[in-house]
């Protein structure tokens, strides 16, 4: 069996490459609020420069081994300063392991999360400000 692929029966027969897999959870990262963007690191940055397109930059897919049709997802995240590290991290493995599942059908075992660095390209949270001219009146 190749390993890009991973074939498995329901009602027939069926193939899905890991880089399809990659794409959907790169696009549940991109959309989690505090990601700037997925790290590509230098090999993928070295294959764009060649002229490859690495399908869900980013992003690393694996199989279990034997039979079963668990993943395991692992994702580069850039995030936007002032927001919350491990919340970040906690909704990205959330919504990653929700559209993966659902879009694919298959168990998604784990999503490790890896948070590169942190970037400026953005707001950042903004605070309450009628609480902090509540706290200013009594000053």
Do not use: C
Not at 13 to 28: D, H, P, V
Not at 49 to 75: C, M, N
Not at 84 to 110: C, H, Y
């Amino acid at each position: 069996m190749d390993s890009d692929s991973r074939q498995f029966s329901i009602k027939g027969e069926r193939t899905m490459s890991q880089g399809f897999i990659a794409q959907y959870a790169a696009e549940a990262a991109l959309h989690t609020p505090g990601v700037s963007g997925l790290n590509t690191g230098i090999a993928s940055g070295l294959k764009e420069a060649i002229g490859l397109v690495p399908e869900g930059r980013g992003v690393r897919v694996s199989f279990r081994s034997g039979e079963s049709d668990d993943v395991v997802i692992t994702v580069y995240l850039d995030v936007l300063y002032g927001h919350v590290m491990p919340e970040i991290a906690w909704s990205v493995q959330e919504r990653v392991k929700r559209d993966v599942e659902r879009f694919t059908g298959l168990n998604v075992d784990a999503v490790n999360v890896h948070v590169v660095r942190v970037t400026e390209g953005g707001a950042a949270p903004q605070e309450d400000l009628s609480l902090k001219a509540e706290q200013e009146d009594y000053l």
